[in-house]
Antibody, heavy 121, light 112 residues
């Protein structure tokens, strides 16, 4: 079945780094763009970053630009989010999501369950 | 960045009645290809969000026809007819016209 499984989260200290992974199975991978979307506890959804199908293009929210890097390994069906110099306000559940591909603008057709990142001060 | 403003933020509804959620964009969401890049998502309690409506009015696969979307270039509405208990959750509009992709604040639908 379709699975997007995020991992790598946990409790980290402010100013440190961590890398999230999203392994995709049961779903075509290498022809599609992927996103990271986050949700702070009790808050709404915030788009974080997108990577094109071949990794050529990446875009970021201003809140993470220069600190986070999205990448992909098409040989491993995996998306990554390298998070550097994390801040307390980066605390959130981080979701990996794949675009639909056939529906224009449907950026988040498939979602993982998310992984919780907690940044302590 | 494009700002999406949803209203109301909280929506108590009696089962069987209808409900409407508004989403207003700070800019036109009309693409040069003629599509308006406004989608609706529902996040049920304890779950990941799910796509409900794409490009203003196209229901995603498996979404009941009780859900319908309409809108102009900047003002959009999601209507839920005959609300059921399973419709509880937070509804988000999102624009995909340009980066940064932005979400509305979310509207929490609850059953009275």
């Amino acid at each position: 079945q379709v699975q997007l499984v995020e991992s790598g989260g946990g409790v980290v200290q402010r100013g440190t780094s961590l890398r999230l992974s999203c392994v995709v199975s049961g779903l075509p991978f290498s022809d599609y763009a992927f996103h990271w979307v986050r949700q702070a506890p009790g808050k709404g959804l915030e788009w974080v970053a997108v990577i094109s199908y071949d990794g050529t293009y990446t875009f970021y929210a201003d809140s993470v630009k220069g600190r986070f890097t999205i990448s992909r390994d098409n040989s491993k069906n995996t998306i990554y989010l390298q998070m550097n110099t994390v801040r307390v306000d980066d605390t959130a559940r981080y979701y990996c999501a794949r675009e639909h591909g056939s529906l224009p603008g449907a950026n988040f057709a498939f979602w993982g369950q998310g992984d919780l990142v907690t940044v302590s001060s | 960045e494009i700002v999406l403003t949803q209203s109301p933020l909280s929506l108590p509804v009696t089962p069987g009645e209808s409900a409407s959620i508004s989403c207003r964009s700070s800019e036109s969401l009309l693409h040069t290809n003629g599509y308006k890049y406004l989608d609706w998502y529902l996040q049920k309690p304890g779950q990941s969000p799910q796509l409900l409506v794409n490009l203003v009015s196209n229901r995603a696969s498996g979404v009941p026809d009780r859900f319908s979307g309409t809108g102009s270039d900047t003002d959009f509405t999601l209507k839920i007819s005959r609300v059921e208990a399973e419709d509880v959750g937070v509804y988000y509009c999102v624009q995909g016209l340009q980066t940064p992709i932005t979400f509305g604040q979310g509207t929490r639908l609850e059953i009275k």
